[in-house]
């Protein structure tokens, strides 16, 4: 059994979600977005133990939380990043051409491939790679909690936006096909951004779709 708690940080309003297993209290940060001692808080109250950070992609508002959340805590976490979001991660996700500033960004101790099964406790992950809003845009499914951490490739009634470096939007389109549409309808779909949804409600109703 996996607990989430979700968190709205930072300027454009990401979600960030804290995932524990429940027997072992393990913990997980998806995109530390901001306000990286609001998350270590919740995990604390809560006695769980953030080992692991996974960024779905390395934009400023998906990371910015990182160097904090990794700072206050006793042990370091791995963190870790799909490589070809890489060089991105080093230029802190393009905060400056916003105009953002953040603090400093740690180095990725693990690299992400599609298909890598990942562990929380006994709760296995699957990574998703899913390019076209970012190269090494990644997702994290759950197939024992029917959830999807799809990061900012699908939205409710919309897509990630394809004008930023590294973006395509036919790239986009298809990852959506082959790895989320792919999945059963019931799937949750928790997003980088807005509310959650499910891969039955996008199949019939993102105008971006079909
Ligand atoms: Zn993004
Ligand atoms: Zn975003």
């Known amino acids: 059994m996996i607990s989430i708690i979700s968190f709205i940080l930072g300027p454009v309003e990401t979600n960030s979600y804290l995932i524990a297993d429940e027997e072992s209290k393990e913990a997980v940060v998806i995109d530390p977005a901001w306000d990286g001692a609001k998350i270590v808080a919740e995990a604390v109250t809560r006695n769980w133990n953030i080992s692991n950070i996974w960024i779905t992609h390395a934009h400023f508002d998906h990371l910015g939380g990182t160097g904090e959340v990794v700072d206050l805590l006793d042990t370091r976490p791995s963190v870790a990043l799909h490589p070809e979001d890489l060089a991105m991660w080093h230029a802190q996700g393009g905060a400056q051409l916003f105009g953002i500033r953040i603090g400093h960004v740690p180095e990725p101790s693990q690299d992400l491939s599609h298909g890598q099964q990942l562990l929380l406790g006994s709760t ?37 936006r394809t004008d930023l470096p590294g973006g395509d939007y036919n790239t986009l389109i298809e990852s959506i096909y082959s790895q989320v549409l792919t999945l059963p309808d019931e799937t949750r779909l928790m997003s980088g951004h807005g509310p959650e949804t499910t891969v039955g409600v996008e199949r019939i109703h993102n105008p971006f779709l079909g």
Do not use: T, W
């Open 124 to 160: 296995q992950f699957e990574v998703r790679h899913a390019p076209g809003h970012s190269k090494g845009h990644v997702m994290f499914y759950c197939q024992s909690a029917k959830v999807l951490f799809c990061g900012d490739v699908i939205f409710r009634g919309g897509i990630g």
